[in-house]
């Protein structure tokens, strides 16, 4: 029998050092400023070799809708639809990068490179934002976002799901903008030293609704939860900022390039002519697939669920969203509810 001149246990001790020295450098700010340069090298060079060659990819309809706002930013015409006389994409991303292709005299197609490359730059900025003031650690900004850039096992090809594979395809996407500001939304609010600091709310939580409906979902339950077990509140006070959370909704009714509140229920006339998946979709293979990287998060989240008050707002709005998803497999049977299952896995990756 062979032997050799180091102990047993030698080959383990070395994996252990490794894997600890990895984590140690995820963990930097160097760590996470390397992978930050190089997601937005990808995302750019990407981007700028697809923009000058032929693609396959269903980006087609953002870019049109930019495009019809860059012709006639007040009157736009439908991006792909003769007899239609409004879209669900004339949303405020679309019209603000309609503005700048206008002013700027550049096709949206050839903007593609830099939407892009911004919308993974706000990402970035919104994933180190939100470890530092809601997670409470800075250093989990790598962590965080590896996570949500691959621990999605098979991730489908529908927008809510931010798997790296995916970039190029969803880089210009709106609900990566969304829920980017959703991030940072939560991260600063609710400001518990004034209530009249957390006006800016009413804007936020509309805008983003608008640009990302199911994105301004998650925004919405996942920030009432914070604010209502926000210890640091008064309850007079975690009414208000509720109730005026809610009632900020109402402000999305004045967009006047599409009527948002009655295109969403109407969502199942886009499912007829292939805008969105039929609901079953949403509850079967790839979407089932997406839950097994995250199912060792269950254990810290009922170890720490009555101790961590981060865990709890997380796992409260989770259970929300389970109930939802669920209500609508039995119930509703809608497939932009069905797309709650994209929200339902970030919640159990945080």
Not at 98 to 111: A, C, K, M
Not at 218 to 227: E, G, Q
Not at 270 to 275: G, M
Request: proline share 5%.
């Amino acid at each position: 029998m062979l032997t050799f001149p180091f102990p047993k246990n030698s080959m383990l001790n070395s994996v252990k050092k490794i894997l600890k020295q990895t984590l140690m450098s995820l963990e930097s700010r160097r760590g996470f400023l390397s992978l930050s340069i190089l997601l937005c090298l990808y995302t750019f060079v990407g981007l700028y070799f697809m923009s000058n060659f032929e693609r396959a990819n269903d980006d087609w309809e953002h870019l049109a809708a930019m495009k019809s706002f860059a012709e006639a930013p007040l009157h736009p015409t439908h991006p792909y639809s003769f007899d239609t006389e409004y879209s669900h994409l004339f949303t405020p991303y679309h019209f603000f990068w309609g503005l700048v292709s206008r002013i700027l005299n550049i096709s949206p197609f050839f903007l593609s490179p830099f939407i892009g490359l911004i919308n993974v730059l706000i990402f970035i900025i919104s994933v180190q934002i939100f470890a530092s003031k809601f997670l409470k650690d800075s250093n989990l900004a790598s962590i965080l976002l590896l996570t949500l850039m691959f621990l999605w096992f098979l991730a489908p090809g529908f927008s809510g799901y931010y798997q790296f594979s995916h970039l190029m395809k969803t880089a210009i996407y709106p609900y990566r903008l969304a829920f980017s500001l959703s991030l940072l939304t939560l991260a600063f609010y609710p400001i518990v030293t004034s209530l009249k600091r957390n006006v800016p709310l009413l804007l936020l939580i509309p805008l983003i609704f608008l640009i990302h409906p199911l994105s301004g979902l998650f925004l919405i339950i996942t920030l009432t939860v914070k604010m209502w077990y926000c210890k640091e509140l008064s309850k007079t006070g975690r009414i208000i900022l509720v109730t005026a959370s809610v009632l900020s909704l109402i402000l999305a009714t004045f967009w006047p390039f599409y009527p948002v509140f009655s295109t969403i229920l109407g969502i199942a006339s886009f499912s007829k002519v292939s805008f969105t998946g039929q609901f079953r979709e949403f509850y079967q293979g790839q979407f089932l697939y997406c839950i097994v990287p995250a199912i060792p998060g269950l254990y810290f989240l009922v170890k720490y669920f009555r101790v961590d008050q981060r865990i709890k707002s997380i796992g409260i709005a989770m259970f929300i969203f389970l109930f939802i998803y669920l209500f609508n497999f039995i119930v509703t049977e809608s497939a932009a509810l069905g797309e709650l299952s994209s929200i339902l896995l970030s919640l159990f990756k945080y």
